[in-house]
């Protein structure tokens, strides 16, 4: 049995952020990243548009920035999370600044700052439209330096532990499959911090890497944490049709560019629906795409950038125009086909302002926490900057925790079936198409069916249970179970919010 001081579970912006700033501060307790594939694939290297922080104090004030972001979340946000996570920002920003992350200056040597949808002002600080690789960069740079952090690759974390003591639940270790050796283990660890993301992955259409699969808010919701608010998915409206899995997102930060919405007659549409057009917040533009999608009885709109200059254009956008390029698209020329996709999960495991579960010694940062920031909807590069605050807040916080815990000698490990790495992948990849196209017909519709959604799930649980009677476990097994569970999650929390609606 190995052990480690504090175990993170992922390598995104939160994760890394955490363990960064702890290690510093603290080069007597030894810390485990453990990450499921290479440590960069994360929705974090995917960011384009930047992060949020008020950094113009002329123009932009925090209360506006405040003032965006409880708009945007449709009165659900905590107002006092919102006000917390504003007012830190510029210090975080700093921090990343000083590890070396390079965000874009214009020609007066003042941040080039982006707009984007929602937002009453420019604030987004970002690196061309690769933002999020960037700072990934940065940080996995700096953690391979510091001696009391090790990263471990192709480590996935399959359940946490908990133990109860005095009535309190204590989370204590995690059992993981180790890829290289083939071998299902357990670390044992005085406190974890899930740092896992998202779980777009159950949605057809999405622009989160195949590691969203909510695995996060699976564990956490079987050791007993609270997980809300996951019946707001939110949807990116300018998703790049394709058949590619993800979808190719072309940021919000290009319709802040003046970019328009086009339906099949080159006609701009938006208006009609919500006075800022585009730029008007997801939920919303979303919402009207769909709308127009129906009407027209078409399946995509266009992003038109046509009447944008051309020169600047791939200057700001380097990484989009040259995707777009690869496909034939030139948006200098071509409208670009683009469609709503699931992007982001506004709920998520619930945690207090430390970032702290209500299972002892169990954090949750980043995209699988619910701090309260976003409320229905978030606003736009709202995420990168809640990330720092709530790695920041933990980080703070785990001292305490680390101080009070001493280890049981008595840990009950449970028994696992045999990990096997040759097993059916093609079963698996066909039952998570038809979780996808479960999740996303019930998601998308105007009634929804949860009741008939549950009977689904539970005969596609049933089959990929009868699968591994027969096989042994494997990681697409392990990702399936975790995405049933959320989906699950997410109809019932669907369920009992159109109940308290009525
Ligand atoms: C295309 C795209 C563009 C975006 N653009 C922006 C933007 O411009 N601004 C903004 O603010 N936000 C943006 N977002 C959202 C933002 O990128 C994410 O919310 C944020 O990066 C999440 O960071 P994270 O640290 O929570 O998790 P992630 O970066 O998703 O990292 C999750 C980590 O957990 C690991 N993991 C998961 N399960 C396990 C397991 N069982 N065992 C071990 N490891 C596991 C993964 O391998 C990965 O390392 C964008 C998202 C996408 C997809």
Same mark, same amino acid.
């Given at each position: 049995m190995?052990?480690?001081?504090?175990?993170?579970?992922?390598?995104?912006?939160?994760?890394?952020?955490?363990?960064?700033?702890?290690?510093?501060?603290?080069?007597?307790?030894?810390?485990?990243?453990?990450?499921?594939?290479?440590?960069?694939?994360?929705?974090?290297?995917?960011?384009?548009?930047?992060?949020?922080?008020?950094?113009?104090?002329?123009?932009?004030?925090?209360?506006?920035? %405040?003032?965006?972001?409880?708009?945007?979340?449709?009165?659900?946000?905590?107002?006092?999370?919102?006000?917390?996570?504003?007012?830190?920002?510029? #210090?975080?920003?700093?921090?990343?600044?000083?590890?070396?992350?390079?965000?874009?200056? +214009? *020609?007066?040597?003042?941040?080039?700052?982006?707009?984007?949808?929602?937002?009453?002002?420019?604030?987004?600080?970002?690196?061309?439209?690769?933002?999020?690789?960037?700072?990934?960069?940065?940080?996995?740079?700096?953690?391979?330096?510091?001696?009391?952090?090790?990263?471990?690759?192709?480590?996935?974390v399959i359940d946490l532990n908990t133990?109860?003591? $005095?009535?309190?639940?204590?989370?204590?270790g995690a059992f993981f499959y180790e $890829?290289?050796?083939n071998r299902i283990k357990y670390i044992?660890?005085?406190?974890?911090?899930?740092?896992?993301?998202?779980?777009?992955?159950?949605?057809? @259409?999405?622009?989160?890497?195949?590691?969203?699969?909510?695995?996060?808010?699976?564990?956490?919701?079987r050791?007993?944490?609270?997980?809300?608010?996951?019946?707001?998915?939110?949807?990116?409206?300018?998703?790049?049709?394709?058949? #590619?899995?993800?979808?190719?997102?072309?940021?919000?930060?290009?319709?802040?560019?003046?970019?328009? %919405?086009?339906?099949? *007659?080159?006609?701009?549409?938006?208006?009609?629906?919500? %006075?800022?057009? #585009?730029?008007?917040?997801?939920?919303?533009?979303?919402?009207?795409?769909?709308?127009?999608?129906?009407?027209?009885?078409?399946? &995509?709109?266009?992003?038109?950038?046509? &009447?944008?200059? =051309?020169?600047?254009?791939?200057? &700001?956008?380097?990484?989009?125009?040259?995707?777009?390029?690869?496909?034939?698209?030139?948006?200098?020329?071509?409208?670009?086909?683009?469609?709503?996709?699931?992007?982001?999960?506004?709920?998520?495991?619930?945690?207090?302002?430390?970032?702290?579960?209500?299972?002892?010694?169990?954090?949750?940062?980043?995209?699988?926490?619910? =701090?309260?920031?976003?409320?229905?909807?978030?606003?736009?590069?709202? !995420?990168?900057?809640?990330?720092?605050?709530?790695? &920041?807040?933990?980080?703070? +916080?785990?001292?305490?925790?680390?101080?009070?815990? =001493?280890?049981?000698?008595k840990i009950l490990i449970p028994k696992f079936p045999k990990a096997e790495?040759?097993?059916?992948?093609?079963?698996?990849?066909?039952?998570?198409? #038809?979780?996808?196209?479960?999740?996303?017909?019930?998601?998308?519709?105007?009634?929804?069916?949860?009741?008939?959604?549950?009977?689904?799930?539970?005969?596609?649980? @049933?089959?990929?249970a !009868?699968?591994i009677e027969?096989h042994e476990i494997t990681?697409?097994f392990i990702?399936?179970s975790?995405?049933?569970?959320?989906?699950?999650?997410?109809?019932?929390?669907? $369920?009992?919010?159109?109940?308290?609606?009525?």
């Amino acid at each position: 049995m190995i052990k480690t001081d504090i175990l993170i579970i992922g390598s995104g912006i939160s994760g890394l952020f955490f363990a960064m700033k702890t290690a510093k501060k603290r080069p007597d307790l030894s810390i485990v990243i453990m990450t499921k594939e290479k440590a960069k694939n994360t929705n974090t290297q995917l960011a384009q548009g930047g992060i949020a922080v008020v950094t113009d104090l002329i123009k932009d004030s925090f209360n506006k920035h %405040i003032h965006d972001t409880l708009r945007s979340g449709g009165g659900l946000c905590d107002k006092e999370v919102v006000n917390m996570v504003i007012k830190q920002a510029p #210090e975080r920003l700093q921090e990343l600044i000083d590890i070396g992350t390079i965000f874009d200056k +214009n *020609e007066k040597g003042r941040w080039d700052l982006g707009l984007e949808g929602g937002h009453s002002q420019h604030r987004i600080l970002h690196h061309k439209d690769s933002s999020g690789l960037e700072i990934e960069e940065k940080l996995l740079k700096i953690i391979k330096k510091l001696p009391n952090i090790e990263l471990l690759e192709n480590h996935m974390v399959i359940d946490l532990n908990t133990e109860t003591k $005095k009535n309190k639940t204590i989370c204590t270790g995690a059992f993981f499959y180790e $890829k290289k050796h083939n071998r299902i283990k357990y670390i044992r660890t005085r406190a974890i911090v899930l740092s896992t993301g998202g779980c777009g992955q159950l949605f057809e @259409n999405t622009t989160n890497p195949k590691i969203a699969t909510g695995d996060g808010l699976a564990m956490a919701a079987r050791a007993g944490a609270e997980i809300v608010d996951m019946q707001y998915i939110q949807f990116h409206p300018t998703a790049l049709v394709s058949n #590619e899995n993800p979808l190719f997102l072309i940021s919000e930060a290009v319709r802040g560019f003046g970019a328009h %919405i086009v339906n099949e *007659e080159g006609k701009r549409f938006l208006f009609k629906y919500d %006075i800022r057009g #585009e730029l008007s917040t997801r939920d919303m533009i979303s919402d009207a795409i769909s709308k127009e999608l129906q009407l027209t009885g078409k399946d &995509h709109v266009y992003l038109d950038c046509r &009447h944008l200059n =051309t020169a600047e254009f791939y200057a &700001h956008f380097p990484i989009i125009a040259g995707h777009c390029n690869a496909l034939g698209i030139k948006p200098e020329k071509d409208v670009i086909p683009v469609v709503p996709a699931a992007h982001y999960q506004c709920g998520g495991i619930k945690v207090d302002q430390n970032g702290a579960t209500k299972i002892n010694n169990l954090y949750a940062v980043g995209e699988c926490a619910r =701090t309260g920031l976003h409320g229905k909807n978030r606003l736009a590069s709202n !995420s990168l900057l809640e990330a720092l605050v709530f790695a &920041h807040q933990a980080s703070e +916080n785990i001292d305490r925790t680390i101080a009070e815990f =001493t280890f049981s000698s008595k840990i009950l490990i449970p028994k696992f079936p045999k990990a096997e790495q040759s097993n059916d992948y093609h079963a698996f990849t066909i039952l998570k198409k #038809e979780l996808q196209s479960l999740v996303t017909a019930f998601y998308t519709s105007e009634d929804r069916n949860a009741d008939l959604a549950i009977q689904k799930i539970e005969m596609l649980n @049933n089959t990929a249970a !009868s699968l591994i009677e027969t096989h042994e476990i494997t990681i697409p097994f392990i990702e399936f179970s975790n995405m049933l569970a959320v989906a699950l999650l997410i109809i019932k929390q669907c $369920k009992a919010s159109q109940k308290e609606i009525c």
